[in-house]
């Protein structure tokens, strides 16, 4: 690390400036998303349409019904699940990391992703109904978490290794289950929505699926945001953790339910985002240090901005919509070989 | 304060049995020094004595109250533990990492205040590492991080301070920083408890020492009465001869204790060099 850059650093951390930066971001980005589409609106009709649905009695008259729909409908609710989707994702990766000590982790490790890819997959195949389809992937899931943990149950404590491998073992074992639900399924109708489902996309969200869906993730947000300072003791491992007096057992399965809840929920609306888990805390911890109690915050704050800014991307990329996994990935994997590079991940291996 | 340790008996899961009944007592003021062979269980005593292992049999007694029936976080306000190797991955600054000492003091949902960052600050002051406060603690010396490793756990605010071999990878200087420092906490009215390779050192600090091997203390007391040669045959199974010397400074002597072997193999390398002096 050069000393130029630790200097820059220095100035960021702990600094007003980056919590005025780091709250401005998501809002930014929020906006830029509200701008962008197929459907040209300019950016002061954009506003003058959010305002007058906030305050009525200032502005309500001379905007199209066509512009309002496209609006409030359309873009206003996928901006909120893009914001929320990075937001969750990014979170679990850093609270994983610290609870696994690892930063290799991500919001993955224990087979959310896979399980509920499987569940999608499987109602896709079997019903089609987007409603279902939600549900049965929240629920695979958490399932896949809790078959996870019940396995790294057979020791009598839960060593975080074994807890990994458990974790690794029901991934893959739903990620094979997945394949068989694409090789039965009928590849003129079925198979192309299972496979651009696991693709991951927010194209389409209405506010029906955020009405159930951002409780979870809301809700969840707001406990590992006020346990943040917690993770920092964890992160020390089992021992001292212990020594300091945590309860490592139950803060280990509060994190762990927590990370489940909302990710599901987030997977159950926007397909498998991969990599946002993993990239966005090593590029928090750049920015803010590896302080949970600002780099929680930071997480959020980020992987929101992150995911508001790729599916801006996606959509304005070219004519035909990318999907948003796809894109994670290609901006995702290189840049995470950038930070590896150049040795800015901030941990200290032994 | 007063620590009593009565018939601790610990096995691993495996069945593996590490402490086979041990007992001892410090009071405030003192410096209990376990000392004995590597593998003997020192390392095992003191994670149970600090409640990350719960003992299988036996029980200890902070000031008569039965330690196990101490909520953890109560327990962690009393007793601090230091561990041996200390194997931080993320970059903390110092004063971030000594703060998480407040963690038994502060309620799960709440973050340090400036008031604990002051008693972080108060902490690294007192162990001489203030001037370290922002440095990443991975990137120290690994003196001036067991000198930040004893701050977070002043931090804690302990009655009683565990410290697992706290000088066996430290320099002579640093050596003598931290075991200076441990004297000066227990005038202060601690009770430091700590394992140890060197058997000097504990002819030097402590007030009592348990001589332990495969389990058990073979004997508990003053340290002239437990550090005899005999003893130290038993425990470490080699010849020792234990050295009185005359203090430079005063009137005083020092005990100190040197393999036979040593001395032997010191005696038959000085020959050679006196016979080759010669010719």
């Not at chain 1, 305002?51 to 309002?68: D, G, V």
């Not at chain 1, 911890?285 to 302080?291: E, F, H, I, N």
Request: aromatic share 8%; net charge positive.
């Amino acid at each position: 690390m050069s000393q130029r850059y630790k200097r820059i650093l220095e100035k960021v951390r702990g600094g007003k400036a980056s919590t005025v930066v780091l709250t401005l971001l998501p809002i930014l980005f929020f906006l830029v998303s509200l701008f962008i589409g197929r459907y040209q609106i300019s950016p002061d009709t954009v506003i003058l349409t959010l305002i007058s649905k906030i305050l009525p009695m200032l502005h309500s008259h001379n905007i199209p019904k066509q512009i309002e729909i496209t609006i409030i409908q359309v873009r206003l609710p996928r901006a909120i699940a893009a914001a929320l989707v990075g937001a969750t994702l990014a979170l679990s990766g850093t609270s994983f990391q610290a609870l696994f000590r690892n930063p290799l982790v991500s919001s993955q490790i224990l087979g959310v992703a896979s399980g509920a890819g499987f569940g999608a997959a499987l109602a896709l195949l079997l019903s089609g109904d987007l409603v279902i389809v939600q549900i049965s992937a929240f629920g695979f899931g958490i399932a896949a978490v809790a078959i996870s943990y019940a396995i790294s149950k057979i020791h009598k404590e839960t060593p975080v290794l074994t807890l990994v491998l458990a974790g690794m073992v029901v991934g893959a074992l739903f990620s094979s289950l997945t394949s068989l639900v694409k090789y039965v399924a009928d590849p003129y109708e079925r198979l192309p929505s299972i496979v651009f489902w696991l693709m991951g996309s927010l194209s389409g969200v209405s506010f029906k699926e955020l009405s159930w869906s951002f409780i979870p993730m809301i809700a969840s947000c707001i406990i590992l945001v006020m346990i943040r300072w917690r993770m920092n003791a964890l992160s020390l491992g089992e021992e001292e953790a212990k020594a300091l007096g945590v309860d490592v057992e139950k803060m280990r399965m509060l994190v762990i339910s927590c990370c489940t809840l909302m990710t599901s929920a987030a997977v159950a609306i926007a397909g498998v985002v991969g990599w946002v888990g993993l990239v966005i805390p090593h590029v928090c911890r750049m920015l803010v240090g590896p302080d949970h109690k600002i780099l929680v915050p930071a997480s959020i704050s980020i992987g929101a901005a992150y995911i508001l800014a790729v599916d801006s991307l996606a959509r304005a990329a070219s004519t035909v919509e990318i999907p948003l996994g796809v894109l994670t990935a290609i901006i995702g994997a290189p840049f995470f070989f950038y930070l590896l590079r150049r040795e800015r991940l901030g941990w200290r291996w032994k | 304060m007063e620590m009593e340790v009565k018939d601790l008996y610990f096995s691993y899961p495996t069945g593996r049995e590490v402490v086979k009944g041990v007992s001892f007592k410090v009071r405030s003021g003192e410096i209990f020094c376990v000392l004995g062979p590597n593998g003997c269980g020192k390392t095992t005593l003191l994670k149970c004595l600090c409640g990350i292992l719960k003992p299988s049999e036996g029980s200890i007694f902070l000031d008569g109250v039965e330690a196990n029936s101490i909520p953890k976080t109560e327990r962690a306000k009393t007793i601090a533990y230091l561990p041996q190797e200390h194997m931080t991955l993320l970059p903390y600054r110092v004063l971030d990492f000594v703060v998480m000492g407040r963690a038994p003091h502060l309620s799960i949902f709440s973050t340090p205040s400036d008031k604990d960052y002051e008693i972080a600050g108060e902490a690294l002051k007192e162990v001489g590492a203030y001037h370290l406060k922002d440095s990443p603690y991975v990137e120290l010396s690994g003196g001036e991080k067991q000198l930040v490793l004893i701050a977070r756990a002043l931090t804690q605010q302990p009655k009683i301070l565990l410290l697992d071999e706290p000088t066996s990878q430290l320099d002579l200087k640093n050596q003598a920083i931290v075991l200076g420092i441990l004297g000066k906490l227990t005038r202060r009215g601690l009770i430091v408890v700590m394992t140890t390779h060197f058997p000097t050192h504990a002819f030097l600090h402590s007030s009592r020492v348990g001589l332990m091997a495969d389990g058990r203390f073979l004997a508990v007391g003053e340290p002239e009465q437990v550090m005899t040669e005999e003893n130290l045959k038993k425990a470490y199974d080699i010849d020792v001869k234990v050295l009185t010397v005359k203090s430079p400074l005063d009137d005083g002597f020092i005990k100190m204790c040197i393999p036979t072997g040593v001395i032997l193999a010191r005696r038959c390398f000085c020959k050679i060099e006196h016979a080759e002096e010669g010719t």
